[in-house]
């Protein structure tokens, strides 16, 4: 049985949401995103959410050199993940186990050379490594892809300095539900969906715990409603499902 446990770095992550992300996934555990998309129907670009949450394991676990500490020793399981409209790659942010200073040992260990961006602490690659990473405060860090154009940082830039959007306010009520889902995607469109002839508007999804694996439930709108409502013009569709882990 899956049970929702209490989420301390369910704060710590929403603080640094992007107040104009268009799309945002909230992960409590690592899940196979092409089990889910495919069991539950998302559109691909919200499995494109689901996949950069463990894009960012994949990464450090490939530049990790001989007995060096895994990621799973200094971040924690947690995931946001957001994109903004002209975003070509979704950012990820992870909450750290450790101190930031400790935190800084394993990124230089891992070939990351720090800079001061904009008063933000951003460790740039010096070899092969599909990451910019930002230490912010909290103990989060961010993983910026690092083929996008610029510093990737004005999405941080917003959430530091702009009040929480309406989204920030809604996902963090549903998180905070007992038994409340172990992932939820939220994303505005249009959206391509492969089973239906034109695109959808927006998308909400939610995956919860119950005995015998996972319950899912997808929401296809086709007028843009609130995300986090149901509202006139959506289409749900819930599956039980025990074998999307």
Do not use: C
Not at 83 to 108: F, Q
Not at 127 to 140: A, D, I, K, N, S
């Amino acid at each position: 049985t899956v049970e929702t446990a209490p989420d301390p770095a369910r704060t710590r992550l929403l603080a640094w949401l992007d107040p104009d992300a268009v799309a945002v996934a909230y992960l409590r555990m690592p899940l196979r995103a092409d089990a889910v998309a495919v069991v539950y129907g998302l559109p691909p670009r919200a499995e494109d959410l689901l996949e950069a949450a463990s894009d960012v394991d994949e990464a450090l676990e490939a530049v990790r050199q001989g007995d060096a500490p895994s990621a799973k020793t200094w971040l924690g399981p947690q995931t946001l993940v957001t994109a903004s409209l002209m975003a070509k790659k979704p950012l990820v942010l992870r909450p750290l186990t450790v101190a930031r200073e400790e935190a800084a040992v394993r990124l230089e260990a891992l070939g990351l050379e720090r800079q001061e961006v904009e008063s933000f602490e951003v460790w740039m690659p010096r070899r092969v490594f599909p990451y910019r990473v930002v230490l912010l405060e909290g103990e989060v860090a961010g993983f910026l892809p690092a083929s996008d154009p610029g510093t990737g940082l004005p999405p941080l830039i917003a959430a530091r300095d702009r009040p929480p959007s309406d989204v920030e306010t809604q996902l963090d009520e549903l998180l905070a539900i007992p038994a409340g889902p172990v992932a939820a995607v939220f994303a505005a469109g249009p959206l391509l969906h492969l089973d239906f002839d034109q695109a959808v508007l927006a998308v909400r999804f939610e995956l919860r715990p119950t005995p015998g694996g996972f319950e899912g439930q997808i929401a296809l709108l086709e007028l843009l409603d609130d995300l986090l409502e149901f509202g006139e013009g959506e289409m749900a569709i819930t599956r039980d499902h025990a074998g999307v882990d």
